[in-house]
């Protein structure tokens, strides 16, 4: 026994180290102990192993090796591999060789056939005792190791020992055989990937998720929703206290417009407020122990397992981390469904939003990841944006200029204007210079990039005092500063002088100069471009809830620009915020706010229509409405009005001219706009009798809109209802846009008379009213279509996205830098043109990019540096092009940039027959024209562009005959200007076939007429030719 103890041992120790512990128990067995072990099982299937097997017996039994496979339709499988008798005596090791089937192993190849989703898999071997009946062995002792599955398409393909018919070689060459792709399933959901900047409206970032397209995955998500598993994190910077009882943070929202599991709040005190549902259909809350700190960047996370919610708080401030953590234990198990309802990040409709930016939000499906506090670290994208950063040099800097302004203003009040503070100590340049009589206090000292402010803070506080000066003051004039020095600025060096007064103006809370700062990194004008900066800077005035910050936003995400991915769940999040704030814009106009309006700098017309208070088209349109015509009065109230075609906006000179239409002219336009303004009471006294009374003879008339406008008037001063509905029904036939949504709210609202609120209907006269034109119909369409009616509107991100971008970009104050733009044109200032139209292009307004690449292009007096303006037209050109109606003339310009390949871009024939295609299918002459020129060039036009131009049939022709139909196509077009190059181009095609078809013919008789012509020309010479006369000399 020992001899045979002994060599075993030996024999084990030679083998692996890592088993030595269990033979040494073995030596120290009694005879007669049942025992198996499996020693050395495979991590996962494999198709041959050596599996050591170590066991033994008190009786005469059996040991069994098997695999059990479980599928997921839930039948378990039982493979028997081995068996073999065991005697009583020592333990003893037996090498089994392993063989699983090879549809476990491999991937099914044609040979090898598919098979069932297995769930899990197990080695289980086992010493059986006999009984009476060999039938029937009961376990005295097992043994089990798990296999870990490797995914279908992950294993290896069979090298088969064969050789393969032609028939199965055949069949592995069609579809049913190719190789198989693995169909994108979101296990690791991430809800956003990069920072949203909330001003603590009711606006969010909505998610849905779909179930699982995988049977298997989704069996295992249904059978958990009574039992939540699952884990949230979400990284936040709260930039200030909840001002309402609770704001959003994340929560789910099912079908019923419910919170649901899991929805997170934070409390105007600061902690977390958690909500979960239970399996017993009931709710319920909890708070947090723990606050969350402000300007702090934060991960929350959110476990749940059944019955057990855990949460955590891991806060980072400089180079300290804080942690909290905390366990509730709930009555029930959690219920989760996640495909029902949406998830929110932030705010919505029922609950406004935290003030301050999430971050990175993750949600782990069905599953908990490993997680420890201890490993959480600031993720790379927060680190690089680097917003903590900023707010503390900004929070310096404001605490220097509160120092100051306190000081000039307590001199102010002493009445001692102080002289030039020097900033560094006195450069002495002799012995005998005395030191100035003026000398600072330390409170009054500044580095020289911040002078201007202090000056600026000085200014403010002796002029106005201690009413006229702050923080936000002292920003706004470092701005107008920086707009005096642009203006008078004729080259791009200017830039960098008056960007650190820009940064400063944004430190002190002048969100119109964070933005021009993000543009000015952003487009590299006098300045290196930062991507980083351009980023940071727009996040800080959009957070501030500044409009062109929110639509520059709307465009990265909606674009994917700048490295940023492109998301428009929360792109819609940014155009929702300025879409809502243009209604009520255009409701309550200022001075400050421009009608918008799409001027090309190309279009000479458009340029011809911009005027003045004292221009003379503008004086014409006056005198025309004097002498009575109402279709120029109409135009002078509206130019005043919206401040339309560069006149300026005055409200009530525009009521005037209403007035005076209304009441003289009797016209019914004039007296619709009268009695909207005496109804709102924009400049004049509000006047409701006055008001229906014009809108009542306005309707009288036949006027649409007077309609729409007395059933506004029933629903909201009368309460009535029905004949509002009957108003505005009878308007809805008549195709106004305003009667549709007035209709469509009454429906969500349940407001109509006698039947119930329907959101389906609303839905409907709002689509209505967006095709119509109305911007408010178009924000509430857009509404539904990133939400969604469960059973009957299906969420339709990108559309909404579409929608809500079209109603922001008619903002006024987008408005009013398109007319600072234009204006600066007109004026030849190109500089400032080109800023101002860049701030616009930036935010993704089209007609603004391509007006910025026309001057990039064209650069006037040279202004630009040759590769800026060259790399400027390319980029602004190809964004223009991207619109939902690219401009003709920028698909041509950027089809020549393709063909001639500028700077380090080589030349790409394919892209430009791509843009010239588009625009010739514009009716645009020149693209057609274009394609010829390549046609001639040598260049064989694809066919996909062939048949994209309606001239498949010309494929195989030759080029005369294509070029024909190009050349065509472009004298055919309703430009007049294009005729005469076109039919030019034809004829010298025709020209050129018929000295191909006809060359042989020309050749000879050029041959004889050469040949002939010199004889011809002797007789005819001769024969006129004069006798010369001869002298007599008689």
């Not at 400089?318 to 989760?336: F, G, I, M, P, S």
């Not at 609202?749 to 209505?768: I, R």
């Not at 390949?901 to 892209?911: A, I, N, T």
Request: aromatic share 10%; charged share 20%; hydrophobic share 40%.
């Amino acid at each position: 026994m020992d001899t045979l103890t002994g060599s075993l041992c030996e024999l084990w120790i030679c083998r692996n180290y890592s088993y030595m512990c269990v033979l040494f128990l073995s030596m120290q067995t009694v005879q007669g102990l049942d025992q198996v072990t499996l020693l050395n099982p495979p991590e996962e299937p494999l198709s041959e192993h050596h599996l050591k097997i170590l066991y033994s017996c008190d009786e005469l039994s059996t040991v069994q090796l098997e695999c059990v496979i479980y599928f997921d339709t839930g039948i378990i499988s039982t493979l028997q591999l081995k068996q073999w008798s065991c005697a009583p005596g020592n333990p003893k090791i037996r090498t089994v060789e392993l063989k699983l089937p090879d549809w476990l192993v491999y991937q099914s190849d044609g040979i090898l056939p598919d098979s069932q989703w297995v769930l899990s898999c197990m080695l289980l071997v086992s010493i059986r005792h006999r009984g009476f009946d060999d039938s029937k062995r009961s376990v005295a002792v097992q043994d089990v190791a798990t296999l870990q599955l490797k995914p279908f398409f992950s294993r290896p393909v069979k090298q088969h020992q064969l050789c393969i018919a032609w028939s199965w070689r055949m069949l592995q060459l069609t579809p049913c055989f190719a190789k198989k792709q693995c169909p994108f399933e979101q296990e690791t959901v991430h809800f956003l990937a990069s920072i949203f900047a909330s001003s603590g409206k009711s606006y969010g970032i909505t998610k849905s998720l779909d179930p699982y397209g995988s049977e298997a995955l989704e069996f295992a998500r249904t059978k958990t929703i009574s039992f939540a598993w699952c884990m949230f994190s979400i990284w936040i910077f709260v930039s200030r206290s909840c001002q309402k009882k609770l704001c959003g943070v994340f929560h789910h929202i099912n079908s019923k417009n419910n919170f649901v599991t899991p929805s997170v709040f934070l409390r105007n005190s600061g902690e977390l407020h958690i909500q979960v549902d239970l399996n017993s259909k009931e709710s319920s809350a909890f708070i947090s122990s723990f606050k969350v700190p402000l300007k702090e960047w934060c991960q929350i996370s959110l476990m749940l397992e059944g019955p057990t919610v855990t949460v955590s708080l891991i806060c980072f401030h400089k180079d300290l981390r804080t942690v909290h953590t905390v366990d509730h234990q709930l009555e029930r198990n959690a219920e989760l469904d996640d495909t029902e309802g949406t998830f929110v990040i932030g705010g919505r409709n029922y609950i406004q939003s935290v003030e301050g930016y999430f971050g990175p939000m993750v949600y782990y499906r069905n599953r908990i990841p490993h997680y420890s506090t201890s490993e959480v670290v600031l993720p790379d994208l927060l680190s690089t944006v680097n917003l903590t950063g900023w707010l503390q040099a900004c929070r310096t800097f404001r605490l220097e200029v509160t120092v100051k302004v306190s000081g000039y203003i307590l001199k102010a009040k002493e009445g001692t204007e102080l002289g030039t503070c020097f900033d560094a100590f006195h450069e002495w340049t002799g012995k005998e210079r005395q030191p100035s009589q003026n000398q600072c206090l330390l409170w009054e000292a500044t580095v020289p990039k911040r002078r201007q402010a202090a000056k600026l803070a000085k200014f403010l506080a002796f002029k106005h005092g201690e009413r006229g000066v702050s923080l936000l003051a002292v920003g706004r004039a470092l701005y107008s500063l920086s707009l005096h020095k642009l203006d008078r600025a004729r080259h791009t060096g200017t830039v960098s002088r008056i960007l650190p007064l820009l940064l400063q103006a944004g430190c002190l809370a002048d969100n119109r100069a964070l933005h021009m700062s993000s543009v000015l990194y952003s487009t590299g004008l006098g300045i290196k471009k930062q991507p980083e900066k351009v980023w940071l800077l727009a996040l800080l005035a959009a957070q501030k809830d500044d409009r062109l910050a929110l639509l520059h936003l709307g465009h990265l995400h909606h674009q994917g620009l700048l490295g940023l991915p492109a998301d428009p769940d929360l792109s819609y999040a940014y155009y929702a915020n300025i879409a809502e704030q243009t209604v009520e814009d255009r409701q309550s106009p200022t001075s400050e706010q421009t009608f918008v309006e799409a001027v090309h700098l190309n279009h000479d017309h458009e340029l011809s229509l911009q005027t003045n208070k004292d221009h003379h088209i503008f004086e014409w349109l006056k005198l025309q409405a004097r002498r009575g015509a109402a279709e120029a009065e109409q135009t002078v109230a509206r130019m005043l009005f919206w401040g339309q075609q560069g006149v300026t906006p005055n409200i009530q000179e525009a009521v005037k001219h209403y007035e005076r239409g209304a009441v003289q002219w009797e016209d019914p336009t004039s007296m619709f706009d009268y009695g909207i303004v005496l109804l709102q009471g924009l400049g004049v006294k509000k006047d409701v009798p006055k008001a229906i009374s014009f809108l009542r003879k306005a309707m009288d008339k036949g006027f649409v809109p007077a309609m729409n406008a007395l059933g506004w008037y029933f629903e909201h001063f009368e309460r009535d209802y029905r004949r509002a509905v009957q108003l505005w029904e009878q308007a809805d036939l008549l195709k106004s846009p305003d009667a549709a949504l007035n209709l469509g709210v009454i429906h969500s609202q349940g407001l109509y008379p006698g039947k119930p609120a329907d959101k389906f209907m609303a839905y409907q006269y709002y689509l209505k009213s967006a095709q119509r034109g109305h911007i408010r119909g178009a924000v509430l369409l857009a509404n539904i279509w990133n939400t969604g009616i469960p059973g009957r509107v299906k969420r339709r991100p990108s559309e909404a996205v579409l929608r809500a971008k079209q109603a922001a970009e008619q903002n006024g104050y987008l408005g009013t830098i398109l007319r600072k733009a234009l204006n600066s044109y007109l004026k030849n200032d190109m500089l400032n043109s080109l800023l101002y139209y860049m701030m616009a292009a930036e935010s993704g307004y089209a007609a603004a990019q391509f007006n910025a690449a026309y001057l990039c292009e064209n650069n006037a007096f040279g202004y630009l540096d040759p590769d800026f303006a060259a790399s400027c037209m390319w980029r602004y050109y190809n964004l223009t092009i991207q619109s939902q109606n690219p401009n003709t003339y920028a698909l041509v310009r950027m089809g020549d940039l393709l063909y001639q390949g500028q700077g380090h871009k080589k030349k790409d024939l394919f892209s430009a027959a791509e843009k010239y295609t588009q625009a010739a299918l514009r009716n645009e002459p020149q693209g057609w024209y274009n394609l010829g020129l390549l046609a001639e060039e040598g260049f064989r036009l694809p066919l996909s562009v062939i048949v994209e131009l309606g001239l498949s049939e010309l494929y195989m022709s030759d080029n005369s005959t294509l070029l024909s139909a190009l050349y065509r196509r472009c004298r055919d077009s309703e430009d007049s200007d294009s005729y005469l190059p076109c039919s030019l181009a034809l004829v010298n095609v025709y020209l050129r076939s018929f000295t191909k078809d006809h060359g042989a013919v020309i050749k000879f008789s050029t041959a004889v007429a050469m040949v002939i012509a010199p004889t011809i020309f002797l007789i005819i010479f001769n024969g006129h030719r004069r006798p010369v006369p001869v002298l007599s000399f008689n």
